[in-house]
């Protein structure tokens, strides 16, 4: 069987619930070995547009093909080498979650019930296994759900929110895991709210903005896109400062609800407007990056707005503006 | 504004579809009702039916109850028995339905061979099953016990009758 | 060992083998839950003890049922006991014993929000669907025989004098025992059309109490509405009819026309409310909108 070139092909995909547009002729392809990311505040259509691949939700309208088949020519064999969890997994509570797995490994047929015993321990959940599901917390629902698509032996792994819930530790080994399944070949599609976590993860992604598609393509094509970075700055003299960068080219420097200065800048031009502050006798008392590139593109491109002050969207510099 | 146009055409499709399996359903249900017709507006309840449903069950239980208390049988055909019966005790109201009716059998006793009437209230169930309480005579119907051989009591076939006959 | 820890197993390149038909597989693991259910264990040592507890019960008092057929007969002809029960059984018992798992197999997925995690494996909402109804259906057959069985042990035990049949007729025990068969086969039927009834209201209320309710309120409603003089065309609409049609087998002559139309009814019902909640999952959207 030859190994198609596209692993999930979606074409003008809408889903209206009633008189709400969830998903808006949305497009999005992936590629083998690839790791997705699909962004979007909630309420986008994040869940809807991974239900849709699932087959929970059935589009009004656009083509669905998985590994190059479609739901009506594949039938029940459409999610093979398919697995995932949209939403946080529910599982009968009044189960085990080992008897939990073999019932689904029961469903799945084959030889799924023998990877049980590796899957929860990948999980960290071997201890736990013999607990009723009743009594686990939504971290160890997470991993038992992945535990669960580990037992399909995927070729495509769909995430709806995958780091809810889990501690920094857990979060990390996931994106590692994640990371090595997509050397060995395997398609990762994952849904997150946070640019932040999607950047250190995703080689592309798409962005998702009221059921629309605000962008999609490969994050470094998105990094040259992006506006300047956030920073936080607090001085010792603020509004000398916040006067200083109006004469500072790609710099533009506005006060913060909550005192200081929210900077726009490229990271060049930052180190020019401190050492000028320095100069000027106004000496920085704090700087941290507050928004990354990608993540105020992000906020643009979905109209979010951000906490704290901001400057409208229109006066944010761009990195290609030249003054 | 386009995409507005293209919600209405598709959510007017949807009604379509909805349509369509509303009708089927509604067709699923008048098939139904149309071949559960077995006799328009009648019950089936009527007059003739438990007469003669009436009159070959009490031949029987007579049979028995002759064998019960060890006199000699008769045979359920030289009994020739014929029930009477009307709804409500009178012919003025439609005799037709559930309810009581008071039926009265007419059957020739072996021997003498005059005639016998058993009278009887008949509760007529809405499924054409009925429970027929004697009503006299007090020998043949009107104690719920009667005497076996070795002075045994055992329960008169003919003083509740049960039974039933086709409405359909 | 961590999620990181070596290469995940990955889909071999030939598609995995399908063994077994994708609907006994359901099939099998929906019994095997069922069997786990505590009503489903309760229910089932009813039918086992009920009969025998019933019969003891009637062996220490000498009154007898007055309303029902048969019921004068319960201590002359253990014939008379599994016809008594039937009689009853018909009205209540059988219709609520399979409302109360037919009623709850699907919702109860809803009530756990499982849906979505057995969706999303190799299985389509065709076998699924096909699978919890088999085994619905299975349930209320084995309950019934199950019963059938016990009921008739009980009678042989009280006693196979032989009974008075509907026509006067004196039933002898060979006989008897063939048409207490005959007349509790006749009501799988309508207890299978029950069955289907109450996974239509499952399916459509996605609620585990509306799913069971409604059928239990229905057969209350049945009972009503019986008891009005409708034309027989109306009598033969109500599910409740055919739980009757066994008299016919008892009288001289027999006759088998209510249990015939009977199953045009069972039939129709059976079919439309199989349709109905097929046509209502088929393309149901599970979970909510984002």
């Known amino acids: 069987m030859a190994e198609p070139r596209v692993i999930v092909e979606a074409r003008g995909v809408t889903k209206w619930f009633g008189a709400t547009t969830a998903l808006d002729a949305v497009d999005c392809v992936v590629g083998p070995g690839v790791v997705h990311g699909l962004l979007g505040p909630n309420g986008a259509g994040k869940t809807t547009l991974l239900s849709a691949l699932f087959g929970l939700i059935l589009p009004d309208e656009g083509t669905l093909r998985l590994f190059g088949r479609s739901r009506g020519e594949a039938g029940p064999s459409w999610l093979d080498?398919?697995?995932?969890?949209?939403?946080?997994?529910?599982?009968?509570?009044?189960?085990?979650?080992?008897?939990?797995?073999?019932?689904l490994a029961g469903l799945d047929g084959g030889d799924a019930a023998e990877l049980i015993d590796e899957a929860l321990e990948r999980t960290g959940l071997a201890g736990a296994g013999r607990r009723k599901v009743r009594g686990y917390s939504l971290g160890m629902r997470q991993r038992l759900g992945l535990a669960a698509a580990m037992l399909r032996r995927p070729r495509l792994l769909i995430l709806d929110e995958p780091a809810n819930g889990m501690d920094p530790a857990g979060i990390r080994d996931l994106?590692?895991?994640?990371?090595?399944?997509?050397?060995?070949?395997?398609?990762?599609?994952?849904?997150?709210?946070?640019?932040?976590?999607?950047?250190?993860i995703c080689d592309s992604v798409t962005v998702l903005s009221r059921g629309?598609?605000?962008?999609?393509?490969?994050?470094?094509?998105?990094?040259?896109?992006?506006?300047?970075?956030?920073?936080?700055?607090?001085?010792?003299?603020?509004?000398?400062?916040?006067?200083?960068?109006?004469?500072?080219?790609?710099?533009?420097?506005?006060?913060?609800?909550?005192?200081?200065?929210?900077?726009?800048?490229?990271?060049?031009?930052?180190?020019?407007?401190?050492?000028?502050?320095?100069?000027?006798?106004?000496?920085?008392?704090?700087?941290?990056?507050?928004?990354?590139?990608?993540?105020?593109?992000?906020?643009?491109?979905?109209?979010e707005p951000r906490p704290g002050g901001q400057l409208p969207v229109s006066q944010l510099p761009r990195t290609k503006e030249v003054r | 504004m386009i995409a507005r146009i293209r919600g209405m055409i598709a959510r007017l499709r949807r009604r379509g579809r909805h349509r369509t399996r509303a009708a089927a359903l509604a067709a699923g249900m008048i098939t139904l009702l149309a071949l559960s017709v077995s006799g328009c507006g009648s019950t089936g309840l009527t007059a003739p039916s438990l007469q003669t449903s009436l009159s070959r069950t009490f031949a029987n239980l007579y049979v028995l109850q002759q064998a019960e208390q060890g006199n000699p049988k008769p045979s359920a055909a030289s009994l020739d028995s014929h029930a009477s019966c009307q709804k409500g005790g009178t012919l003025d109201i439609p005799q037709d339905g559930s309810g009581v009716w008071l039926c009265q059998i007419t059957y020739l006793v072996a021997g003498p061979g005059y005639p016998v009437i058993a009278k009887y209230n008949v509760d007529v169930q809405t499924d054409g099953c009925y429970a027929a309480d004697g009503d006299g005579p007090a020998s043949v119907?009107?104690?719920?016990?009667?005497?076996?051989?070795?002075?045994?009591?055992?329960?008169?076939?003919?003083?509740?009758?049960?039974?039933?006959?086709?409405?359909? | 060992m961590t999620l990181a820890a070596g290469p995940w197993p990955t889909f071999a390149e030939r598609a995995v083998p399908r063994s077994r038909s994708g609907v006994l597989v359901v099939w099998r693991l929906e019994l095997a839950k069922l069997l786990g259910l505590w009503r489903v264990r309760a229910l089932a040592l009813m039918c086992l003890a009920g009969p025998f507890v019933i019969v003891a019960g009637l062996n220490l008092q000498s009154a007898t049922p007055g309303d029902t057929a048969f019921g004068q007969w319960v201590h002359t002809s253990g014939f008379a006991i599994p016809m008594v029960i039937l009689g009853f059984g018909g009205q209540w018992l059988l219709p609520v014993g399979t409302a109360v798992v037919a009623g709850d197999i699907f919702s109860a997925e809803d009530h756990f929000g499982t849906w979505k995690t057995i969706l999303t494996r190799s299985r389509s909402r065709g076998e699924l669907f096909a699978g919890k109804f088999a085994a619905a259906l299975t349930f209320a057959t084995a309950g019934l025989v199950l019963l059938v069985i016990t009921d008739l042990l009980a009678g042989l035990l009280a006693g196979t004098q032989p009974v008075v049949g509907l026509g006067g007729q004196l039933v002898p025990a060979g006989q008897a025992i063939v048409l207490v068969l005959a007349s509790w086969a006749s009501v799988l039927p309508p207890v299978l059309a029950f069955t289907a009834l109450a996974i239509f209201t499952s399916v459509v209320s996605r609620n585990s109490v509306i799913g069971i309710g409604i059928p239990v309120v229905l057969t209350l409603v049945f009972q009503v509405v019986t008891l009005i003089a409708l034309p027989a065309?109306?009598?033969?609409?109500?599910?409740?009819?055919?739980?009757?049609?066994?008299?016919?087998?008892?009288?001289?002559?027999?006759?088998?026309?209510?249990?015939?139309?009977?199953?045009?009814?069972?039939?129709?019902?059976?079919?439309?409310?199989?349709?109905?909640?097929?046509?209502?999952?088929?393309?149901?959207?599970i979970g909510g909108a984002a």
């Open chain 1, 212 to 303: 629309q598609v605000a962008f999609a393509g490969r994050l470094d094509v998105m990094r040259t896109d992006a506006p300047d970075a956030v920073w936080r700055l607090r001085t010792s003299d603020d509004a000398a400062a916040a006067e200083l960068s109006r004469s500072c080219a790609g710099v533009k420097a506005a006060s913060h609800d909550d005192g200081g200065l929210v900077v726009h800048a490229a990271q060049d031009r930052l180190d020019d407007y401190v050492l000028r502050l320095g100069r000027d006798g106004v000496a920085v008392r704090g700087l941290e990056l507050d928004t990354t590139p990608l993540e105020a593109l992000f906020f643009q491109l979905t109209g």
């Open chain 1, 175 to 200: 994106r590692t895991a994640l990371r090595r399944l997509a050397r060995d070949g395997v398609t990762v599609i994952l849904s997150s709210h946070d640019m932040a976590q999607v950047e250190e």
């Open chain 3, 233 to 285: 065309w109306g009598q033969q609409v109500l599910l409740s009819t055919p739980f009757q049609a066994w008299h016919g087998f008892w009288e001289q002559p027999a006759f088998v026309g209510p249990f015939c139309w009977g199953l045009v009814t069972c039939a129709a019902w059976f079919g439309i409310c199989s349709a109905g909640a097929w046509l209502v999952f088929r393309r149901r959207t």
């Open chain 2, 141 to 168: 119907n009107g104690s719920p016990t009667i005497t076996g051989p070795h002075y045994a009591q055992l329960i008169n076939p003919l003083s509740l009758i049960d039974g039933c006959f086709d409405t359909t």
């Open chain 1, 81 to 103: 080498g398919v697995a995932g969890f949209v939403e946080t997994p529910r599982f009968y509570p009044y189960l085990t979650g080992r008897r939990n797995l073999a019932v």
